[in-house]
Antibody, heavy 118, light 108 residues
């Protein structure tokens, strides 16, 4: 069974940093692309970052470019999101998701909440 | 950037009703259109990939179609467990996936 489990969320002050993790199991992690998607309170889903297999290709949404860094450790079956210079508008639930085919996301974690507030 | 819109933004329907949600893209996106169901406190669930391919385990009352810039998701006979918010997503631009704003479905 495919499982994705996010962790690392919490309360942080504006300007602070957090590192989210996503531990994968039930599939060969190294052969799949991965994404991060978030949902701000009361808002819809927002795609924020993509990483290819072997980390060859990385993309970010404009809203997080220069502040967030996606990475993966295939030996640990883990995906990461380093979030720096956090803003109030970065608050929300952060999901990791497995990429498949031509860009759909076929498995998602339960999410980890991030609150940016002073 | 490709913008996605959905209509309606919310709907309330009875068990057994036929429900259709429309998703429009600001430019042609070929078959790079996918649909998700998201329930509060749960992980989003992929329903349909590449315009019309039903995912394994998704009930056959769900169907979808469309082309170019206009797409639709239909629930042929709404069931109580179909509540939630439905999102379309485009992956035509690999550097910037975008989701539609969502359609909240309430089952009366």
């Amino acid at each position: 069974e495919v499982q994705l489990v996010e962790s690392g969320g919490g309360l942080v002050q504006p300007g602070g940093s957090l590192r989210l993790s996503c531990e994968a199991s039930g599939f060969t992690f190294s052969t799949y692309t991965m994404d991060w998607v978030r949902q701000a309170p009361g808002k819809g889903l927002e795609w924020i970052s993509f990483i290819s297999t072997s980390s060859d290709t990385i993309y970010y949404a404009d809203s997080v470019t220069g502040r967030f860094t996606i990475s993966r450790d295939d030996a640990r079956n883990s995906l990461y999101l380093q979030m720096n210079s956090l803003r109030d508008e970065d608050s929300g639930v952060y999901y990791c998701a497995r990429g498949a085919g031509s860009g759909w996301l076929d498995h998602w974690g339960q999410g980890t909440p991030v609150t940016v507030s002073s | 950037d490709i913008q996605m819109t959905q209509s309606p933004s919310s709907l309330s329907a009875s068990v057994g009703d036929r429900v259709t949600i429309t998703c429009r893209a600001s430019q042609s996106i070929g078959r790079y259109l996918h649909w998700y169901q998201h329930k509060p406190g749960k992980a989003p669930n992929l329903l349909i990939s590449a315009v019309s391919t039903l995912q394994s385990g998704v009930p056959s009352r769900f169907s979808a179609g469309g082309s170019g810039t206009e797409f639709s998701l239909t629930i042929s006979s709404l069931q109580p467990e179909d509540f939630g918010t439905y999102y379309c997503q485009q992956s035509y631009t690999t550097r910037m996936y975008t989701f539609g704003p969502g359609t909240k479905v309430e089952v009366k």
